[in-house]
């Protein structure tokens, strides 16, 4: 079993398509939305966790490609710039996933990403712009 | 034991042993308090986090012809001012916004730039756009100002903070159905987090809780730079509750400090945009406490499991002025990550950074042992407080 946590980027004409119900039906693939925004003739958006076999996930992601939709690991999707960071930890209180929490010695922030799950709750919580989504 | 006076000769001849409010409590287990008292000279405290009661006040240099802000209208970067004073005399409070920000308008507001970040940009050396709107006089004709300008362009630069260094603060949750953003950050409905706003063990005043080696006159970090205890800070309150240890179970007190903007830094003064509530200044402030007896040591080595805060509810009852708490929790609780308010277990985060807050500490301690900062004797106690004798 192999997992991946991706953001799929839909053009306008796939928002009418059951793609993902295709991933599910067609590749045998276990699917859990993390996050969806589909604005109606101009882009959908979706994180997306996708679980199976490696050749599953393979031809999966080839039939997301032919169809048109940008594949991205979701990495990129929410940064922590530590020069901004003052260290306050008050994301941490708000993040769900444990993305964000304390290093106990040094009192200092550390960000996890293959644990985020872009609910952007602390972005609100950081007074100092550090956190910053790029969904 | 010693005298301030032995204390600075020592720091001059390079001899002065200074420790942190942090190191102090490993340095008491190990050797106990007489010992420490006898090797250690000064202990240093630090404090970093939003205190909205800051802002700056500067001289400007006069236009040809001569203007008079005072009575006028003066905004820098778009964001308001006071010139209530004379010609060329302007003060900017850090949670001062511009006319066209949105405010709460757009909930929750984001307050991207106010007055904080004015101050953050002068310290990092940027310019800042200042405009002036005023009344002619026959000595100060010009009615318009407008003018580009950096720290170094005013005569005189000078943070001036009314009410900074909480000595005790709450643990703020939410017990209502909906987010609420507030000055002690977001809180999320039902015990969603708990947040805190102290360095507890290594907060200035949590480390001389009976205000005995300071007070007005008291020279300190401030914002990357030097200043000075010049008054209470505004709701001082002179005789709280007090435990066994002598900490203070009610509001205490706070300080209200000066010090020349030139020389500090966007390291230890930054700009803070809370969601909702507003814009606020993060200040870096640290306290050396010189070790005229042990009392003194014995005080410094409060441990973060000693320091209690009371948890209030900001859905309700802050808002209404409601007295009393949900209890008591500590430093240590809260540091934890996770505390336990009404049965449930809440995830707790800060609005200080205790990281940044070890910075100023370490940073003075190393000022003063490289003889670049030298102890004063208050000139006067802070209400309440009683001066320790041979001080």
Same mark, same amino acid.
């Given at each position: 079993m192999v997992k991946k946590k991706l953001v799929l980027s839909f053009p306008p004409r796939l928002i009418q398509q059951p793609v993902t119900n295709n991933l599910i039906r067609l590749f045998d693939l276990e699917v859990n939305i993390l996050r969806a925004r589909v604005v109606p003739r101009e882009q959908g958006r979706i994180v997306m966790e996708l679980k199976g076999s490696a050749k599953s996930l393979k031809d999966g992601l080839e039939y997301l490609e032919e169809q048109g939709v940008q594949v991205d690991p979701m990495v990129q999707e929410m940064r922590h710039y530590g020069e901004l960071c003052v260290q306050c930890t008050a994301c941490t209180a708000v993040c769900p996933t444990d993305a964000l929490t304390v290093e106990p010695v040094s009192r200092e922030i550390v960000f996890?990403?293959?644990?985020?799950?872009?609910?952007?709750?602390c972005i609100a919580a950081c007074s100092y712009g550090a956190m910053e989504s790029q969904f | 034991m010693r005298s301030l006076e032995e204390i600075n000769a020592k720091i001059k001849s390079g001899k002065v042993v200074v420790v942190t409010a942090e190191e102090v409590v490993d340095l008491v287990k190990e050797k106990g308090v007489k010992e420490t008292a006898r090797m250690v000279d000064v202990v240093t405290t630090g404090t970093f986090g939003p205190m909205c009661s800051s802002g700056i006040y500067f001289n400007i240099k006069q236009s040809t012809p001569k203007i008079k802000c005072g009575g006028g209208r003066v905004t820098v970067d778009g964001v308001a001012a006071y010139a &209530?004073?004379?010609a060329a005399d302007i003060m900017l409070g850090c949670t001062a916004m511009t006319d066209e920000d949105p405010r709460n308008a757009v909930y929750p507001? /984001? $307050?991207? $730039? &106010?007055g904080a970040h004015v101050i953050q940009k002068l310290v990092a050396g940027e310019k800042v756009k200042l405009q002036v709107r005023t009344y002619g006089t026959d000595c100060y004709p010009r009615k318009e100002y407008e003018a580009e300008l950096g720290l170094s362009d005013f005569n005189n630069a000078v943070l001036f903070n009314p009410r900074n260094a909480y000595q005790l603060y709450n643990v703020a949750v939410n017990l209502g159905q909906r987010t609420i953003y507030t000055y002690m950050g977001v809180l999320k409905p039902r015990l969603g987090n708990a947040n805190f706003a102290t360095c507890g063990a290594l907060s200035p005043l949590l480390n001389d809780p009976k205000l005995r080696? /300071? &007070?007005? &006159?008291t020279r300190i970090f401030l914002g990357g730079g030097e200043g000075y205890v010049v008054w209470p800070g505004t709701q001082h309150v002179p005789n709280p509750e007090r435990d066994a240890k002598g900490l203070p179970l009610t509001p205490s007190a706070t300080l209200a400090v000066m010090g020349d903007l030139n020389g500090m830094n966007d390291h230890y003064l930054r700009a803070a945009s809370i969601a909702g509530y507003g814009a606020s200044l993060a200040v870096g402030l640290g306290i050396p406490l010189p070790v005229i007896d042990e009392e003194v040591i014995a005080y410094a080595a409060v441990r973060d499991e000693d320091i209690t805060f009371p948890v209030v509810d900001y859905s309700e009852a802050y808002p209404l002025g409601r007295p009393g708490s949900l209890g008591r929790v500590s430093m240590a609780q809260l540091m934890s990550g996770e505390i336990e308010v009404d049965g449930k277990k809440v995830s707790t985060g800060g609005m200080a950074s205790r990281a940044r807050g070890r910075e100023v500490a370490r940073e003075l301690k190393q000022r003063i042992a490289q003889g670049g900062f030298f102890l004063t004797r208050p000139v006067a106690a802070l209400p309440g407080a009683e001066l320790a004798q041979g001080l």
């Open positions: 996890e990403p293959s644990h985020c799950i872009m609910c952007e709750s | &209530g004073w004379a507001g /984001l $307050f991207k $730039f &106010g080696t /300071l &007070g007005i &006159g």
